[in-house]
């Protein structure tokens, strides 16, 4: 045991402040018990498990959500209704026409405005190489006097209502009301670039034509054809299993079925049509409330107390 040197006993040595049990539990430097955190619901990350009713099935439309009407397949693997896709389509294209026509006048606006102050940094500096070889005997009133209007301008200030609060943006940023705002007109919008040729896939984000659909010969269960889809060769209902589609004939198989009768002989089942590597698109696959079968869970996010 250490031994104190003023009085020679022994002393324990001290403890100094321990940590709470309430600082060791999350929040930081705002520590919240469980309870609280729980009556907060408008703070923090919120995470729900999606169940079976909010997943889409496989067949539905990724647009209308329901089960597509005269099926298409893009690319991507992603089934649409032809009548939603098209007019996606045409909706988005005429976005990007009149979003490119705004970009080609803007873009002509800002070569004008060049070349204006191109001109102008010309003609200042032929004024100058003029004032400077003029020579000293003829030196401009701007140096050596001082105009009525500067001489008025200390005494009287002209400037407006407007034109002092810009100077207070500049000035003094740090003011709620003199923050910045998003600004989308000429500048932001040549800054991201021209406009994309293409509208994009509503899924995928991938550049997207008419003539990249592919039909789709759908089966259905049931009378009405208003049941689950199923395989063209097994006739067994697809949920959340691999499928895929061969795009010369439109015929929907599962992976299985696909790897073990189609690609053999590169022959379709159905048609009895040669295809080849490319021909074949897989589909998305739809999912449930299963983990297994993919995303199950959604977030969203909320700012937190710290």
């Avoid at 298409?72 to 009149?98: F, N």
Wanted: glycine share 8%; net charge positive; aromatic share 6%.
């Amino acid at each position: 045991k250490p031994h104190c040197a003023a009085c020679g006993d022994s002393h324990l040595p001290s403890r100094g402040n321990t940590m709470t049990r309430k600082s060791k539990q999350p929040g930081g430097h705002v520590p919240l018990t469980y309870g609280e955190r729980k009556k907060l619901t408008s703070y923090g990350t919120a995470t729900a498990r999606l169940g079976t009713d909010s997943q889409r099935r496989f067949g539905d439309c990724c647009l209308g959500l329901e089960p597509a009407e005269d099926p298409v397949a893009t690319p991507s693997g992603h089934i649409y209704s032809r009548e939603a896709i098209v007019s996606y389509l045409l909706a988005k294209t005429q976005e990007l026409k009149e979003l490119r026509a705004k970009y080609d006048a803007q873009l002509a606006a800002q070569e004008r405005r060049k070349c204006e102050e191109k001109e102008t940094a010309k003609q200042r500096s032929i004024e100058a190489f003029v004032e400077k070889d003029t020579g000293a005997a003829s030196c401009s009133q701007s140096t050596h006097s001082r105009s009525f209007k500067d001489k008025v301008g200390k005494r009287i200030s002209t400037e407006t209502t407007d034109e002092g609060k810009n100077t207070l943006k500049r000035t003094s940023y740090w003011l709620s009301d003199f923050q910045p705002e998003y600004d989308d007109s000429e500048t932001n919008l040549l800054r991201k670039g021209p406009p994309p040729e293409r509208p994009p896939s509503p899924m995928s984000g991938n550049p997207l034509r008419l003539k990249d659909l592919v039909p789709l010969e759908l089966n259905r269960e049931g009378l009405r054809g208003k049941g689950q889809a199923v395989c063209a060769v097994s006739s067994k209902a697809i949920t959340t299993q691999r499928a895929v589609v061969l795009k010369k004939t439109g015929q929907i198989l599962l992976h299985d079925v696909y790897l073990k009768l189609a690609k053999p002989s590169m022959t379709c089942p159905v048609t009895g049509k040669k295809f080849k590597e490319k021909d074949v698109i897989e589909l998305q696959k739809a999912a449930s409330g299963f983990a297994a079968s993919g995303e199950v869970t959604a977030k969203r996010y909320r700012p937190t107390m710290t």
